[in-house]
């Protein structure tokens, strides 16, 4: 099955059945399918052809998920753009994919044009927007006659649905070949476990942007599957959000940190009646285990923490898919998935030793888009897709993921691991947030620098810091430095940005 069978098999089922909830409009699965339809149809006349590339450059909203099933129901490929990006930025995956037609929305449309100034490839540049755009076509006069019926197209197992830019946490960001086939997969992974299935009584919170790997294919793909309905939530606000959860029963929510780091801080979160909620997940970055075990003391869910990657469509590991939930850790591998820990030359390490995780299974990426090399350096010979994320397993199978490998401190010939110290960091009642990276020091080799927000009203000195890390840690482990900072720089999804981190510690930031 392909994705864009999916929509159409649920919405034959169901028609009336409420697709999505945003902001109190309410819309069905036949009109979603019908409008995915009219993409489609209005793609192919444009001359869109099978194998194309189409850019997404939307935020949170219910035209996003009709644009995406249809430009895949036309055999073309998604190309979601973070709505962070800058012309630059979106210049660069416009040539990098070599796309030839951008969708987007009236405030990005700025952006795409200056982007698309420098994309030769690029033919159409269409715009939802209620006025006429210079340069871009209007979506109402692309889609709005377009017939509603399916196209007469046939995708295949092994096409390419997706091609998903990394996040550049490290460097250039590279594209990632999802096919139908490694997505849909990773749904069907995820509806054996009986605590991640979705039920089509299910109404899902999902504030996670869609353009990231997470919210696409574990939030909307997964829900679509089983005909559940999505609460799309435009924009995340920490009491707002909350109210409409509650508002509309929600009974599943994927999070990411940031989301939890805040609500953990909000005096006013037992007021709300969460009472609906039956499973809660967080992923795309690590979790604080204290956090966590605030925000679940003061919401009375529990929080199940996974791990995955945007390679692997994402999920790999998830505590829902062991017999218990083991805070610090993210879990066994999920059903048809394969995890292993290996060690420097690539031999399987015993438990509880350290090294890279590797895994591999159907949901694995068909590899990065024109980088042979890359993809070679990421799947080996055997199928095996090397994270670069270090990690442990213990007895039971659960993964505990330390770091990745280039965050990794030397101080004096000792590995430090940013993760631990942070995790210590949060521990101190002052800390709001934190983040750990190294900085050059001439008799270390490498020091760690720790970026510490402070909690609304706290105060602490650097040197409280460092003396409450000495208390609970190796000293070798501890910050010499801490700058304290308004808020670190993080991606759509909450990672950290260490790169840039870097970059100021060595400019004496």
């Known amino acids: ?67 995406y099933y249809g430009i895949l129901r036309a055999v073309a490929s998604v190309v979601p753009f973070n709505v962070l990006y800058k012309a630059g930025e979106v210049e660069y995956i416009l040539n990098d994919s070599g796309a030839k037609a951008l969708l987007t929305f009236a405030p990005f449309a700025p952006v795409a044009l200056a982007a698309a100034a420098n994309a030769p490839d690029l033919r159409h540049i269409i715009v939802a927007a209620p006025e006429p755009i210079q340069g871009a076509t209007l979506w109402r006069d692309s889609f709005a006659n377009a017939p509603t019926t399916a196209p007469n197209t046939t995708v295949q197992d092994e096409d390419v649905a997706v091609i998903c830019y990394t996040s550049g946490t490290t460097g250039h960001p590279k594209g990632a070949m999802l096919t139908h086939r490694n997505l849909v997969s ?76 805040g609500w953990a801080q909000v005096p006013t979160l037992k007021d709300y ?55 610090g850790t993210v879990g066994p591998a999920i059903p048809g998935c394969e995890v292993k820990i290996v060690d420097e030359a690539r031999n399987e390490a015993p438990r509880g030793q350290l090294g890279e995780v590797i895994c ?14 890359a993809t070679a350096r990421a799947i080996d010979a055997d199928g095996w897709l090397h994270t670069g994320d270090l990690g442990t397993m213990d007895d039971d ?60 009203g706290a105060s602490a000195t650097e040197q409280e810091i460092i003396d409450y890390c000495r208390s609970e840690i190796a000293v070798f482990k501890c910050p010499r430095k801490v700058i304290f900072t308004d808020a670190l720089p993080k991606n759509s999804t909450g990672k950290v940005l260490r790169r840039e981190l870097r970059e100021k510690a060595t400019q004496g930031v």
């Open 273 to 327: 009646d969460l009472s609906t909620v039956r499973y809660i997940a967080s992923g795309a970055a690590a979790l604080p285990v204290r956090i966590m075990e605030l925000f679940e003391s003061m919401a009375g869910v529990p929080i199940s923490e996974g791990y995955g990657l945007t390679e692997a469509s994402p999920v790999v590991t998830s505590n829902a898919a062991g017999p218990v939930v083991k805070p």
């Open 186 to 261: 990773n749904c069907e992974q995820c509806s054996v476990i009986e605590k991640i299935a979705t039920r089509p009584d299910d109404v899902i919170w999902l504030a996670l942007p869609l353009f990231h790997i997470y919210a696409m294919n574990v939030g909307m793909n997964l829900t679509v599957l089983h005909g559940a309905t999505i609460n799309l939530i435009e924009r995340f606000d920490l009491t707002g959000s909350l109210a409409e959860l509650q508002k509309n029963r929600c009974t599943v929510l994927y999070g990411a940190p940031p989301m939890f780091v």
């Open 360 to 373: 591999r299974g159907h949901m694995v990426m068909k590899g990065y888009d024109g980088e042979p090399e």
């Open 397 to 456: 199978g659960y993964i505990s993921i330390v770091d990745r490998i280039k965050d990794m401190i030397n101080v004096s010939g000792y590995n430090v691991y940013p993760r631990e110290v942070e995790e210590t960091l949060f521990k101190h009642p002052a800390v709001a947030d934190a983040a750990v990276v190294q900085y050059p020091d001439p008799y270390q080799g490498e020091s760690v620098l720790a970026y510490v927000v402070l909690k609304q």
């Open 1 to 67: 099955m392909n994705l864009g069978e999916m929509l159409a098999q649920t919405a034959k089922a169901t028609p009336d059945k409420t697709a999505i909830i945003f902001h109190d409009q309410r819309t069905s699965y036949r009109e979603f399918d019908e409008r995915a339809n009219q993409i489609a149809n209005g793609l192919i006349q444009l001359g869109i052809e099978p194998g194309d590339r189409v850019a997404l450059y939307i935020h949170n909203l219910p035209i996003f998920m009709e644009a």
